[in-house]
């Protein structure tokens, strides 16, 4: 049982260049998320996806970009680093929409832009 | 729109000592709770969670009753141990539909000592 698994899990970049991080599920879930924890803030989500080709803002998606063509599949890019964006990154998974249904997370990219 | 309030921590506790970690929400209508839990280098665990009021949860000897009085979902456990250190985070999923995101505190770090 796989479940969710993130790579990489530590990542230092420089100001100005792209950098992708990966979400990868096993259980066929039809929604995914990405959140980002920073200190003081608890998580905050940024992008979430209901299923292939569907995705949608969060409270804060400025400077991210999504794509999910698969449904197991959903990067993360950043197009242009700022050191603002350094963060650890969650993705999560969740069998369907609503209330009833709790969110499963992976183990995080620890992400530093210098 | 909907927030989370968790106690500030950290908290340390002697090993056997009792553990309360409050948690009050900010929503409309019945929105669903969790508690999650991060263990250092870890993503977040689902520990437990209600989805209606007066609903309990329970996981591992942790308890958390769904109070729609009091806006309230507090943790408890009745007896620490030193493998219960961890970042505690209360959240909160909306009862509106199409709303997917989880609403999360701030965390609280809980320190348990032999």
């Known amino acids: 049982d796989a479940g969710i698994t993130q790579s990489p899990r530590y990542k230092i970049t420089e100001t100005g260049r792209q950098v992708t991080l990966m979400c990868h599920q096993t259980w066929s879930h039809s929604y995914m998320f990405w959140y980002r924890q920073d200190l003081g803030h608890g998580l905050r989500l940024i992008y979430y996806?209901?299923?292939?080709?569907?995705?949608d803002k969060g409270e804060v998606p400025d400077g991210y970009v999504v794509s999910r063509s698969k449904t197991e599949n959903f990067p993360l890019t950043l197009e242009s680093a700022t050191r603002s964006q350094t963060s650890v990154y969650f993705c999560a998974s969740s069998k369907d929409r609503g209330r009833m249904w709790a969110q499963h997370f992976g183990d995080g990219t620890r992400l530093s832009i210098l | 729109g909907d927030s989370v309030t968790q106690m500030e921590g950290p908290v340390t506790l002697s090993e056997e000592a009792f553990l309360t970690i409050n948690c009050t929400y900010t929503?409309?209508?019945?929105?669903?709770l969790f508690w999650y839990v991060q263990y250092p280098g870890e993503g977040l665990q689902l520990l437990l969670k209600a989805t209606k009021a007066d609903d309990k949860g329970s996981n591992k000897g942790f308890e958390a009753t769904y109070r729609k009085e009091t806006t309230s979902f507090h943790l408890e456990k009745g007896s620490v141990q030193v493998s219960d250190s961890a970042v505690y985070f209360c959240?909160?999923?909306?009862?509106?539909?199409?709303?997917?995101?989880?609403?999360f505190g701030t965390g609280t770090r809980l320190t348990i000592i032999p």
């Open positions: 996806s209901a299923a292939a080709d569907i995705t």
């Open positions: 959240a909160l999923r909306g009862a509106n539909f199409g709303n997917e995101k989880l609403t």
């Open positions: 929503a409309t209508g019945y929105p669903s």
